[in-house]
């Protein structure tokens, strides 16, 4: 594992301002360098409902007797977490209430900084102060926002502690605005908090990075939280990078239009995108084609209707997810499908949407051929979008996998459940617990397969047998799994 920061080094990148590059030469799946934060809160949404020191989700958590807001696995997670939980608890009791979670990272930041000074370990390249807070560039909406931010904060910090002048104060807000990175759960599938890991905001962002970004929590499997070990980063390459090339991550999904990725980062991270990928617009006629068949293809008004007809079905087909209803969801995509797959190209990004909400749905309905359907042609698709060690496209064939392998087609399943494993072995690396899960699942589909192979009947009836006596693990509401993967950097809403 490395810690240390000897793999990189800050330089001026043109007109990026500061940026990392490599100091040698990696290939896939390295880990050029991992770091804890800073500090991290859980959402407000989850604060009962997640472990506030390792994170973890689980049934039953422990109230802090104290203020009654922070939640424990049990007491071995209380004593790690008070550190950082001690001023808060105090300072939630005096206050009487509980601040929102970006007033609650920067109290936590600030408490840390007070306490051991702006350059916390050796490992850290940056102090805070030197990082950007884009204050000057906020839109007048998200500036009010910001200043009842700090208008409670200011009420919130108690009198004891160190005080701080507004412009230190200000400039904390806007570095966690802007640079403040999504913790995930203990098996990377849901963002459950928000934390700041200083020389990760160093990392620039390109739209077909060398890098990917995740949250490795450590030995999270282990029942006795004395080894839970702490949140921390890994920054691992996606292929082979050379010494002193920049070191970059994607802060958007690539699944984006270019012009929709330029305003995603202008609106949010306040630049100008101008790598190769949004110049030339890289992809984007693939992914509002249509559908080419035997050198046939539909005209360009008939592509733009049936594109426009997507996007209104799936402003109707979100709304009828969050309120749960999910036989309308199934009616609205199959309506959509069934008029535009013909016109629209099998990478059009509204048509991979259906594809993959109403196989997620199907699959918690428990129609698994349809589901498996509908998971192999988002996968096809993906394949021909993303980078082909794209987390997004590894957690997608993993579904695909567990979808066919539960409709009993172990063929094709067992080869997505391989092709999931081989990406996240490079991008998540063999001692994250999601690709322990794969590796499990590997084996079992393996298994599977040669008994397939050797007797289809004796194999469909074992089967059977097995799924009468046990429930499916994998079945979780469907609810957007991969968006919480996509954004990596947490925003406000």
């Known amino acids: 594992m490395c810690t240390t920061m000897e793999n990189v080094a800050i330089f001026d990148s043109p007109g990026k301002g500061r940026g990392l590059k490599a100091t040698k030469e990696f290939w896939a799946g390295d880990v050029i360098f991992s770091e804890p934060s800073l500090s991290a809160v859980v959402f407000d949404s989850l604060a009962e409902r997640i472990c506030h020191s390792c994170f973890r989700r689980q049934e039953k958590l422990q109230r802090c007797g104290q203020c009654k807001f922070a939640h424990y696995c049990d007491r071995t997670c209380q004593r790690a977490g008070w550190a950082e939980h001690k001023q808060e608890c105090a300072a939630i009791k005096a206050y009487g209430k509980v601040p929102n979670e970006n007033i609650r990272l920067v109290a936590r930041i600030m408490w840390r900084l007070d306490k051991e000074g702006s350059v916390v370990s050796d490992m850290q390249l940056t102090s805070l102060e030197e990082l950007e807070d884009h204050i000057a560039d906020m839109q007048e909406d998200e500036l009010k926002e910001f200043k009842v931010d700090i208008h409670n904060f200011l009420d919130y910090w108690p009198r004891n502690s160190k005080q701080h002048t507004i412009d230190v104060i200000s400039h904390m807000f806007g570095v966690v605005n802007c640079n403040g990175f999504t913790v995930s759960d203990q098996r990377g599938l849901q963002a459950v908090g928000v934390g700041l890991f200083p020389n990760l905001c160093l990392v620039n962002h390109d739209c077909w990075p060398n890098c990917t970004v995740i949250l490795n929590h450590g030995n999270q499997s282990a029942v006795n939280t004395m080894f839970h070990s702490q949140r921390r980063i890994e920054l691992r390459s996606l292929g082979k990078i050379e010494e002193g090339e920049e070191l970059t991550v994607a802060y958007v999904d690539f699944l984006n239009l270019s012009e929709e990725r330029r305003r995603l980062l202008k609106t949010q991270y306040f630049f100008d995108c101008t790598c190769h990928h949004c110049k030339n617009g890289i992809k984007d006629d693939l992914k509002l084609g ?204």
Not at 313 to 336: F, P, Q, S, T
Not at 444 to 471: C, D, G, I, W
Not at 479 to 486: L, M, P, Y
């Open 290 to 493: 249509g559908k080419e068949e035997e050198g046939v293809k539909p005209s360009e008004e008939q592509v733009k209707e049936a594109t426009d007809y997507c996007f209104q079905m799936l402003e109707k087909m979100d709304k009828a997810r969050l309120n749960g209803d999910y036989h309308e969801v199934v009616k609205i995509c199959k309506e959509c499908i069934e008029k535009t797959e013909p016109i629209l190209a099998d990478t059009h990004i509204y048509l991979l949407r259906m594809w993959s909400t109403l196989s997620e749905v199907q699959a918690y309905l428990q129609y698994f051929n349809d589901a498996a359907d509908y998971a192999r042609k988002m996968v096809d698709g993906y394949m021909k979008l993303y980078h082909p060690n794209n987390a997004v496209l590894g957690m997608a064939a993993m579904r695909a996998g567990v979808t066919h392998w539960q409709a009993g087609l172990i063929e094709v399943g067992h080869g997505m459940v391989c092709k999931a494993y081989a990406i996240l072995m490079v991008t998540h690396g063999p001692t994250h617990p999601i690709t322990k899960d794969l590796e499990a699942m590997r084996m079992q589909t393996e298994m599977e397969l040669r008994m397939f192979k050797q007797n289809e009947y004796v194999y469909h009836s074992m089967r059977e047998a097995a799924l009468k006596n046990r429930p499916m693990t994998m079945m979780h509401e469907p609810g957007s799994v991969e968006e919480g993967i996509k954004n990596l950097f947490h925003r406000r809403k």
